[in-house]
């Protein structure tokens, strides 16, 4: 059983910037492909980012150029970075393997407003 608690989530303005962290519990982390999903209100969730064991990233075209996804397995840490943020990324950010197998964590809320 894998368990995921994401954090770095907050309020901030547009063109803003923040870095979304994920802690993995078990011992599969490392042998996990891992991703980065959010829902926005209203909406079915989508996946926003992706990173395999050998640290190959794809990205969903909303997101491409703006967002990084890293990953730490010596501390079983996924890592978001996002940059020039806009309203509509605005959502709350879960982390889980690709494709999604585990439990969804708490999710962390990205709001992003003027």
């Known amino acids: 059983q894998v368990q995921f608690v994401e954090s770095g989530g907050g309020l901030v303005q547009p063109g803003g910037s923040l870095r979304l962290s994920c802690a993995a519990s078990g011992n599969f982390f490392s042998s996990l492909s891992m991703a980065w999903y959010r829902q926005a209100p209203g909406k079915e969730r989508e996946l926003v980012a992706g990173i395999t064991t050998g640290g190959s990233t794809n990205y969903g075209d909303s997101v491409k150029g703006r967002f990084t996804i890293s990953r730490d397995n010596a501390k079983n840490t996924v890592y978001l970075q996002m940059n020039s943020l806009k309203p509509e990324d605005t959502a709350v950010y879960y982390c889980?393997?690709?494709?999604?197998?585990?439990?969804w964590g708490q999710g962390t809320q990205v709001t992003v407003s003027s």
């Open positions: 889980n393997s690709l494709p999604q197998i585990w439990r």
